[in-house]
Structure formats: structure tokens, C-alpha cells
T-cell receptor, first 116, second 114 residues
Framework: ETGVTQTPRHLVMGMTNKKSLKCEQH?????MYWYKQSAKKPLELMFV???????ENNSVPSRFSPECPNSSHLFLHLHTLQPEDSALYLC???????????????FGSGTRLTVV | DQQVKQNSPSLSVQEGRISILNCDYT??????FLWYKKYPAEGPTFLIS?????DKNEDGRFTVFLNKSAKHLSLHIVPSQPGDSAVYFC?????????????FGKGTKLSVKP
């Protein structure tokens, strides 16, 4: 158990579906992140939250909608996705933004998403 | 264009020998470099980092070397163990980009043979 829990582990959804990915951390961290890992590509930052405020949105299409209701939970709401959105979606947390970029994040195990 | 490059997608090493994983970067403003290790079906785990003001950082069997003039860093694992078999990601931060953003390479899959 890494301290960052992601559910579900696997998700298959149609292009017209709406689904949500959930991330939970009980590490007392103040910063949380969504990353995307597509096949044969590097991990790409999608969203950054610090103290429940979104501080970064890396030109992500609006069909991805993040939500951070409190410092322990982070959601990624999905709607009308495309097959090319199929990827591993990783959640991560760090004590603060600064400690994250200098000393690393704690990642969850990811949600393997397949869009059909 | 990729700012962090891991040009070797895979590496195979005999148990007990040294593993050397390489990483090149293009942005001279990066100020921290990190290595992550990832097992199948798990998220990446932080392994070791180095500040740009240093050229070496050591933690047990893992040593990271930074050559700023060549914009190159490497991770040395010695002695290599079968449990080290995983995908290793190089990452960099502080390149003038967004807050909290780590720029990752594509990873190198290390296989340590018994």
C-alpha cells in the first residue's frame, strides 16, 4: 500500500459514457496531481492541486474535469472520451508543491482506462 | 519535443554486476533531477534525486551522477539484484514550466538476470 489509493484499477467505458476516477491519500499531503501515461509516451502532467486549489491545467481537453473536494481526495470526471484517451491515469501527492518537485511524489497504482 | 530523453528502452544486466541507466535533457534551467522505479501494476516510486548544484548523490546501492555541461545524468545500481528489475524513469523539474511539474522520460526497462 503506497498511501495513495486509486479506484477503480481498471475501467472500460464507451465514448458516450460518464465516469469518474477517484484518488485518496491519507499522508497529510497538501498537493495532489493527475498524470497520464499513454503507450510509449512519457508521463504527462494533467492537473495540479495545492490546498484544494487548482494551480495548473496543462491544456487538457474539457472532457477531463478534475475535482478536489478536500485535501485527501481528488477526482477526475470523464465524459465523451475518445479511444485515444485510453491510457494509465496516475494520481500522486506530495507534502507541498516544493517538496514534490524536489523530493518526489507518492504515486498511486493508477487506473487503466480503455475507451471503446 | 522531449526535454527529457531516455534513449535506451531496455537494459539487461547479470546479477551482481553494475547497471547504468542514462538520461539526457535539453533544458538548462532544470534544477532538480529525480529517478523513479516502476513495477508492473504499481505506480512509480521515488528512488533518488539530485540537485543541479551537485554532481553526485549516493544512497546505498544507488548513485546518481549529473554532468551539467553534457546535460546528462545516470543512475548506477551496484550490485544489481533480480528485485531491481523494473522500469526506471528519469524526471526533471524547475525548467521554467508549471508549478509542481515533473518532466518525465519514457523510461528504461531493466532486467537483472540471476
Amino acid at each position: 500500500e503506497t498511501g495513495v489509493t486509486q479506484t477503480p484499477r481498471h475501467l472500460v467505458m464507451g465514448m458516450t459514457n460518464k465516469k469518474s476516477l477517484k484518488c485518496e491519500q491519507h499522508l497529510g499531503h497538501n498537493a495532489m496531481y493527475w498524470y497520464k501515461q499513454s503507450a510509449k509516451k512519457p508521463l504527462e502532467l494533467m492537473f495540479v492541486y495545492s490546498l484544494e486549489e487548482r494551480v495548473e491545467n496543462n491544456s487538457v481537453p474539457s472532457r477531463f474535469s478534475p475535482e478536489c473536494p478536500n485535501s485527501s481526495h481528488l477526482f477526475l470526471h470523464l465524459h465523451t472520451l475518445q479511444p485515444e484517451d485510453s491510457a494509465l491515469y496516475l494520481c500522486a501527492s506530495s507534502q507541498d508543491l516544493g517538496t514534490g518537485i524536489n523530493y518526489g511524489y507518492t504515486f498511486g497504482s493508477g487506473t487503466r482506462l480503455t475507451v471503446v | 519535443d522531449q526535454q527529457v530523453k531516455q534513449n535506451s528502452p531496455s537494459l539487461s544486466v547479470q546479477e551482481g554486476r553494475i547497471s547504468i541507466l542514462n538520461c539526457d535533457y535539453t533544458n538548462s534551467m532544470f534544477d532538480y533531477f529525480l529517478w523513479y522505479k516502476k513495477y508492473p501494476a504499481e505506480g512509480p516510486t521515488f528512488l533518488i534525486s539530485i540537485s543541479s548544484i551537485k554532481d553526485k548523490n549516493e544512497d546505498g546501492r544507488f548513485t546518481v551522477f549529473l554532468n551539467k555541461s553534457a546535460k546528462h545524468l545516470s543512475l548506477h545500481i551496484v550490485p544489481s539484484q533480480p528485485g531491481d528489475s523494473a522500469v526506471y524513469f528519469c524526471a526533471a523539474s524547475g525548467g521554467g514550466g508549471s508549478q509542481g511539474n515533473l518532466i518525465f522520460g519514457k523510461g528504461t526497462k531493466l532486467s537483472v538476470k540471476p
